[in-house]
């Protein structure tokens, strides 16, 4: 299979000469396939996990030049707690250390870093402490907002958001899905536009649930460590040409005027 195939055809797409959508606003990643990209050159797992380092760093790099405003990636969901202990111990170390490392490079490109999770008491205390500093850090940066989704599940945050609405007393018939949403941890974040899952799989995992209602989703065969910026750069171009309806008519047809 092409490599570079974004989407498996699937969608509805604007004419080859139709009009192209802008940039998507916020892009979001589910970072899959660092297992069987080790697994391919028979090493452990957790080199694939290693290799993923260089991807995360080109991405965020290219979609911030590429004019993304909001960039989402899937580093660790609360259902990678069940994976083996010695894998989970390893991410641990890595993203501390990645973090550490490229602390510099992201407040220096204007990049705004934020945790979406981190509730879990088995994350290592400097591991929460490094996420708390970089988020400090990088707070008055202006350029694109990057959240790292780390321990975090979509129906956590739904919960999360339940609880809060019920500790303000807020009448039921108050309730709407604007102030729903202001109770979800960062309710400042504008829905996900594209969703880029790498590796094949095509599944949701618990991920974003509230702000991927309306997003376009692509799934590209490359596995997440071999993802590189022109493959990203086609995951966009992709999105440009869909025909996002939002429930309504194809913007083609333009009604039945046309007829
Ligand atoms: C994604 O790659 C990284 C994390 C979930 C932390 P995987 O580790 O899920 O890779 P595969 O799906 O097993 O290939
Ligand atoms: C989703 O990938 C979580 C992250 C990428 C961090 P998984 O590989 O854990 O998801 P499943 O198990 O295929 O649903
Ligand atoms: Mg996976």
Redesign the pocket.
């Known amino acids: 299979m092409d490599r570079r195939r974004t989407d498996g055809g699937i969608g509805p797409q604007r004419p080859d000469d139709g009009p192209v959508r802008a940039v998507p606003r916020h892009v979001a990643c589910?970072?899959?396939g660092n297992?069987r990209w080790a697994q391919r050159r028979s090493l452990p797992r957790t080199a694939g996990h290693r290799a993923a380092e260089a991807t995360v760093i080109d991405i965020i790099e290219t979609a911030r030049t590429a004019g993304v405003e909001w960039l989402s990636l899937?580093?660790?969901?609360t259902?990678?707690w069940s994976r083996p202990d010695s894998e989970v111990a390893f991410l641990m170390r890595l993203v501390r250390r990645v973090v550490r490392k490229h602390a510099p490079l992201l407040l220096a490109r204007g990049i705004r870093c934020r945790f979406l999770g981190v509730a879990d008491p088995r994350i290592p205390r400097e591991l929460a402490r490094d996420f708390d500093d970089l988020t400090t850090l990088t707070a008055g940066s202006r350029g694109m907002t990057l959240t790292v989704?780390f321990d975090h599940g979509g129906r956590q945050d739904i919960v999360a958001a339940a609880r809060s609405l019920i500790l303000s007393s807020t009448p039921a018939e108050k309730v709407s899905e604007e102030l729903f949403a202001e109770h979800l941890p960062f309710p400042d974040t504008p829905d996900v536009d594209l969703v880029i899952r790498t590796s094949g799989?095509q599944?949701i995992?618990?991920?974003m649930l509230w702000q991927v209602a309306y997003a376009e989703w692509v799934f590209p065969e490359v596995l997440w460590p071999d993802f590189r910026a022109a493959d990203f750069l086609s995951c966009l171009h992709t999105y440009r040409r869909r025909d996002r309806r939002f429930g309504g008519v194809p913007a083609t047809t333009n009604g039945d005027r046309s007829r």
């Not at 899937?74 to 969901?77: D, E, I, N, V």
């Open positions: 589910v970072m899959d297992g899937y580093a660790f969901s259902e990678n989704a799989e599944r995992s618990n991920f």
